[in-house]
């Protein structure tokens, strides 16, 4: 059986279309089943948004009927807006009660032509495996582009997860999912070791998300991961882009002040992928940690210049 696929969207057509149609051109798409859930508006303008994200939805769907491109294509369509968070939990729930995996996407994550061929191959080689928690789609590290030869399966295993195209199973989820609704809560039962592991060393602040209302899911299965002494299988380059770093709900970037260095092109070739021994690799993990400082973000030098008078700033009035 092939994986299910859920795509959250909410107001943005163009981004939309184009994790649609990249999608479709997967070399899996026929075999796939894809569920839309499309979260309400919240007022008059973002609703005006919304129904434009529908009708090009809609569209999708009469031409998966005429042509066969998926093997089916629904669309849930949210009243009312329930925001990210929910959306995205309550999808994979609905998801889960149909299909034993689910590979998850956002309205702005462009995939691989061979990014369903991975996923699936992944799920089938680690489903016994309940230690494997997590399949990544996207990796921060380019480590494909090295002149030396990588040996075997081009993935590693790592305890921390990304939220961009990623997938999971039915027991997995169920059993260690919990959307905290408190930071108290989650920080229970977490040593200062374990805060100083899964932030690697303060570079990954990944706790400051814990003062969100509401927390972000993708933190609260991050914990959820590291508490069960999980891992997440991730590839060695990235089959998937984020195209929608400039407008997205979490995050923004300006081209004038910053660029992303993790921004690069989907592998345009199939991902060689073997089972591997389930441990974390130690070298991968010390270039994460280097990689990750300020998020990826390298600042310009007018970025340098508006960062430094920025923290002045607030210096001065702290």
């Known amino acids: 059986m092939r994986s299910p696929v859920a795509i959250f969207v909410y107001n943005r057509v163009d981004n939309t279309q184009k994790t649609v149609e990249a999608l479709l051109n997967n070399s899996m798409a026929k075999e796939t089943d894809v569920y839309v859930f499309s979260d309400g508006g919240k007022n008059k303008e973002s609703w005006a948004k919304v129904n434009e994200v529908r009708a090009f939805l809609h569209r999708v769907s009469r031409e998966v009927d005429a042509n066969g491109s998926l093997k089916s294509f629904y669309i849930i369509e949210r009243p009312e807006n329930i925001y990210l968070e929910r ?19 956002e309205d702005d994550i462009v995939t691989s032509p061979y990014y369903l061929e991975y996923m699936n191959e992944a799920f089938d080689i680690y489903r016994d495996e309940k230690r494997v928690m997590h399949v990544a789609g996207f990796t921060n590290l380019d480590l494909l582009s090295s ?54 060393g303060g570079v990954f602040p990944c706790l400051k998300s814990l003062k969100k209302r509401p927390i972000p899911w993708d933190i609260c299965w991050e914990m959820e991961i590291y508490k069960a002494g999980g891992l997440c299988l991730t590839p060695a380059h990235t089959m998937v882009r984020n195209i929608g770093l400039q407008n997205g709900t979490h995050f923004r970037a300006y081209s004038i002040l910053q660029h992303y260095e993790f921004d690069r092109e989907p592998l345009q070739r199939k991902l060689r992928l073997e089972k591997q021994v389930l441990e974390k690799n130690l070298e ?11 998020w990826g973000i390298r600042y310009t030098w007018l970025g340098k210049m508006v960062r430094w008078v920025y923290k002045k700033m607030k210096k001065g009035f702290g």
């Not at 998801?95 to 689910?102: A, F, G, I, N, P």
């Not at 961009?164 to 059993?175: A, E, I, S, V």
């Not at 609704?181 to 977490?190: K, L, Q, R, Y």
């Not at 991968?284 to 300020?294: G, Q, S, V, Y």
């Open 87 to 105: 959306n995205i939990i309550e999808g994979i729930g609905y998801v889960l009660e149909r299909h034993e995996t689910v590979i998850v996407l």
């Open 147 to 200: 002149s030396e030869e990588w040996k075997g399966s081009e993935t590693y295993f790592t305890p921390h997860m990304s939220g961009w195209g990623w997938g999971t199973w039915k027991d997995r989820w169920l059993t260690h999912f919990h959307h905290y609704e408190t930071e108290e809560e989650a920080m229970e039962g977490m040593s200062d070791a374990d805060i100083d592991a899964i932030q690697y």
């Open 284 to 294: 991968i993990e010390l270039l994460f940690k280097e990689a990750i400082h300020d």
